[in-house]
């Protein structure tokens, strides 16, 4: 079945790294992303990897891909308060027309 | 250039009612996917329709609906409301069933 699951909150100090985890069932999945959504708003696409990347690099953010145990990272470098909001690993089914399956979202929380 | 665009931003109505949600997608973009996210989750797939054609359907009853114009915008109609239909409905639109789906701001359903 399709489930994507990520652990609901994360509490960081301001300047630390975040490490935000998520798991994924699709093993064929061909695409996984990362959204942000901030309080009232719609998603903000952040980044995706390709399943045949390891990593990937975009300024502060970094996804790491380990596609054998199906789990996915966002790591956030010098997470800022204005970090602080719902972040959705999503993965893509490309067997519905490319629909995407997201997980429930992990509140992150960035104190000064 | 404009982002995906949804109106209305807020809506109320009441059980047994219908209402219809409209969407532009970004300016060349020719698919378009409607989610629904229910306050504490992640948004759960609806419909995807490219090139005026439904491509993708998710697991909703038939009482939801939607289509695509010529000129690429969607509306999404849902019949006989439920109070569970209370929602924030997404709009997402990608140039095709491509790896990148950008989101509208959301339209916010009440239903009383």
């Known amino acids: 079945g399709e489930d994507v699951e990520q652990s609901l909150f994360l509490s960081v100090r301001e300047g630390d790294s975040s490490v935000i985890n998520c798991t994924y069932t699709?093993?064929?999945?061909?695409?996984l992303y990362w959204y942000k959504q901030e309080p009232g708003a719609g998603l903000q696409l952040l980044t995706y990897?390709?399943?045949?990347?390891d990593m990937k690099q975009d300024q502060r953010l970094t996804v790491l891909l380990n596609k054998k145990d199906k789990h996915l990272s966002l790591r956030i470098a010098d997470t800022q308060t204005g970090d602080s909001a719902i972040y959705f690993c999503?993965?893509?089914?490309?067997?519905?027309?490319?629909?995407?399956?997201f997980g429930q979202g992990t509140e992150l929380s960035v104190k000064p | 250039d404009a982002g995906v665009t949804q109106s209305p931003t807020h809506l109320i109505k009441t059980r047994g009612q219908q209402v219809t949600l409209r969407c532009s997608p970004i300016?060349?973009?020719?698919?378009v996917s409607w989610y629904q996210q229910v306050l504490g989750q992640g948004p759960q797939f609806i419909f995807q329709?490219?090139?005026?054609?439904?491509?993708g359907r998710g697991n909703f009853p038939d009482r939801f609906s939607a289509r695509q114009f010529p000129n690429y915008s969607s509306e999404l109609n849902v019949n006989a409301l439920l109070l569970g239909d209370s929602a924030l409905y997404l709009c997402?639109?990608?140039?095709?069933?491509?790896?990148?789906?950008?989101f509208g701001p959301g339209t916010r359903l009440t239903v009383l």
């Open positions: 997402a639109s990608s140039l095709d069933r491509g790896n990148e789906q950008f």
């Open positions: 699709d093993s064929s999945s061909t695409y």
């Open positions: 990897i390709f399943s045949n990347m």
């Open positions: 999503a993965e893509r089914d490309d067997n519905q027309g490319g629909k995407l399956i």
């Open positions: 300016s060349g973009h020719k698919s």
């Open positions: 329709y490219y090139e005026k054609e439904e491509r």
